[in-house]
C-alpha cells in the first residue's frame, strides 16, 4: 500500500548503520508535524537505505515536504512494531516530473513528395 502525506519536518533522528545476514545497512528516521484536522499530529518516518539517507540530506528542519510510504509491521518476541518506511521524498508543491512528449506518427502530409509518373500502377 502507497500513501502519500504533506508536512514540515519537525527533527531528524541520527543516522544507525550496522551488518546483518544480508550485509551492511544504513537507515535514519526524521519526525513530520503534518495537519489533522484542526491540530498538527507527529509521525515518526524511516528512511532505510543508503540512497534514501543521502536523499535526506537535501533537507532541513522546517522544510514542507510530501513524501510517499509505506506501512510495514512485523512481529518479534509477542510484540509488534511498525515503520513508516518512504519511498520518496520532494518538496511539498513541486510538481511531479513531466513524461518526455511523445512525438505525433507521421502523417501521409508528413512524407516527403516523390518524383515518380503520375500513373505509377503496376497494371
Excluded: H
Aim: proline content about 8%.
Amino acid at each position: 500500500m502507497a500513501l502519500e502525506l504533506e508536512g514540515t519536518i519537525r527533527q531528524f533522528l541520527g543516522v544507525q548503520s550496522g551488518t546483518s545476514a544480508r550485509g551492511e545497512w544504513v537507515k535514519q528516521e526524521f519526525v513530520l508535524d503534518y495537519p489533522d484536522g484542526n491540530y498538527t499530529s507527529q509521525a515518526v518516518f524511516l528512511a532505510w537505505g543508503q540512497d534514501k539517507v543521502k536523499e535526506l540530506e537535501k533537507f532541513k528542519v522546517g522544510d514542507k515536504v510530501k513524501v510517499s510510504f509505506n506501512l510495514k509491521s512485523r512481529e518479534y518476541n509477542g510484540r509488534w512494531y511498525t515503520d513508516i518506511q518512504i519511498w520518496r521524498i520532494a518538496p511539498a508543491g513541486a510538481a511531479p516530473a513531466a513524461p518526455a512528449p511523445v512525438a505525433p506518427a507521421p502523417s501521409v502530409e508528413d512524407m516527403p513528395a516523390a518524383d515518380l509518373p503520375e500513373d505509377d500502377l503496376p497494371f
